[in-house]
């Protein structure tokens, strides 16, 4: 039986949709919470490897807080250079890009160049690549999804730009033919996007001011179970591209 490996960083920050698909195509699920001190796995052939997301970033490489995130960068690099699926969400798709040789910078404001994070729902957009065909096609029509960070990704010279938004060029990208960054979220249920209004207060207040609770309120109201089926159509394109 294939495996979907999930490495998970705090519990908020769940795979929500990406576990409904996978057992659907009959995946067996393991989660490693590296943030509760669980080991990494060991990889093999068929394995898809999910990295999700969290506040830690790329800065924090190296630091006493995060040990294991250097851990996490070799094993990606090691997905990458055994052919294992890889879909990295969020964090997941920097320290994807950060493994192939890429980095991040903090998102800023276009007129300010002061920092602004990209918080809630907006549309995505495709580049005209023909590689990924029914992936753009469908993000050729209005696409929204989640946004909630406050980086940009300096993508190394191996990937290749799939998707924007209008605040952030690196939302969807590729390195190779089995590696996909996904700066945005899809995965994402009602109750989810409410912990995250919940307990990222000062987080939001920085982006959106101090009515930026109730914003991402209304915002999920409008979108959540509206995008639904056609946040589940990208995730089956994605897994059938990693097939």
């Known amino acids: 039986m294939r495996r979907l490996l999930v490495l998970q960083h705090l519990e908020r920050e769940r795979p929500g949709l990406y576990v409904n698909l996978a057992e659907q195509r009959g995946f067996s699920v393991c989660t490693f919470r590296l943030d509760l ?17 969290g506040p830690m970033g790329i800065r924090d490489i190296g630091t006493l807080t995060y040990p294991w ?6 094993l990606i690099k090691e997905a990458l ?30 007129e300010s160049d002061q920092p602004l994070a990209e918080i809630g729902w907006d549309h995505i957009f495709p580049q005209l690549l023909e590689n990924h065909c029914k992936l753009t096609t469908l993000l050729g029509n209005p696409f929204p999804v989640l946004h909630w960070h406050g ?6 010279n191996t990937a290749e730009l799939i998707a924007s938004s209008c ?14 960054g996904l700066q945005f979220h899809v995965e994402v249920d009602d109750e989810m996007v409410n912990t995250w209004i919940s307990e990222d207060q000062k987080f939001i207040s920085s982006a959106l001011g101090a009515d930026g609770q109730s ?15 056609s946040r589940i159509e990208f995730l089956n394109i994605l897994f059938d591209l990693l097939s």
């Open 69 to 74: 995130l250097i851990e996490e960068v070799g």
């Open 167 to 180: 605040r952030c060029k690196e939302q969807l990208f590729s390195i190779g033919s089995l590696a996909y």
């Open 37 to 53: 001190g669980d080991s990494l796995p060991e990889l093999s052939n068929g394995d898809l490897l999910l990295v999700l997301g």
């Open 81 to 110: 250079n055994q052919g294992i699926g890889l879909i990295g969400v969020c964090l997941g798709a920097q320290l994807l890009a950060y493994a192939a040789g890429g980095d991040v910078e903090i998102l800023q404001e276009e």
């Open 215 to 229: 914003i991402l309120k209304q915002q999920q109201k409008e979108f959540g179970h509206k995008t639904l089926v």
């Open 151 to 156: 980086d940009r990704i300096l993508l190394p």
